[in-house]
């Protein structure tokens, strides 16, 4: 056998020396050994809407809360009393929940529209308040999509967010979705018609979403899954929470809507949901620390 056979046959038996040393009995071709799917770090979303007023000192309350608690915090609209302008935000917002602006997701409410088209609103929370003039956007927390809407956009606009939340929502078809916008389509308020969200609500509903969370009205609500229509649907439905308990004057309830499941006035506190892969937990926390509402939900 001559030198370059020789060398040929070593060279192969070099190559399937170093192919069969890249395999393992039973992994694939490219996967290191010993590991498996990737697992989720749960992730924490916490807040309330209807918050700031310079005429009392239960949004510092509710700050307070927040400083022991870490995650994202989220606002459901009515951040600054009682007209959204700039000096409303810096004396009033900004001095409680403002400590926690870096980390904040907010949304707008009917008060920051008392200013022209909220633009003390969207000049203090800057890029985190989404493109000014629109104040809707989506991001992901772990596992979930979580969506920012904005209720309060005249027709024209809220036509153009619903047609944009579709395609958003299409364009990340996660197993889990949030949403938070000011206006709850359902709540046992007195005398509200927020109708106007209810587009919004059909696309969440037939993307599959989960939970919508709301302020507007100053209580905590929290309804069973239930279609658009208010129609209870356990498999498929959206639930909703109404935690208008930032720190604004609290309301008192009307009839009470089907499908409402738990109801407290008269109180000021916090939303806190864990969101894990493929479930969530809710705990809606009294100042003072007392848990007044908690349990588990799955997604669809």
Known sequence: MNLTHL???????TLLLSLGACQTPGASSGTAPGTGPRVMTPEVVVGAGDIASCDSDRDEATAAMLDGIAGTVVTFGDNAYPDGTAEDFERCYAPSWGRHKHRTRPTPGNHEYHSAKAGPYFDYFGEAAGEKGKGYYSYNLGAWHV??????????GLREQERWLREDLKAHPARCTLAYMHRPLFSSGLGRDNSVVKGAWEALYEAGADVVLAGHDHFYERFAPQTPEGVADAERGLREFVVGTGGKDPYVFGPILA????????????MKLTLEDGAYTWEFIQVGGTVLDQGRGTCH
């Open 7 to 13: 060398l040929r046959r070593a060279g192969s038996a």
């Open 147 to 156: 969506v920012a809407l904005n209720s309060e956009l005249p027709e024209e």
């Open 259 to 270: 499908n409402s499941e738990v109801r407290f006035a008269d109180t000021f506190g916090l």
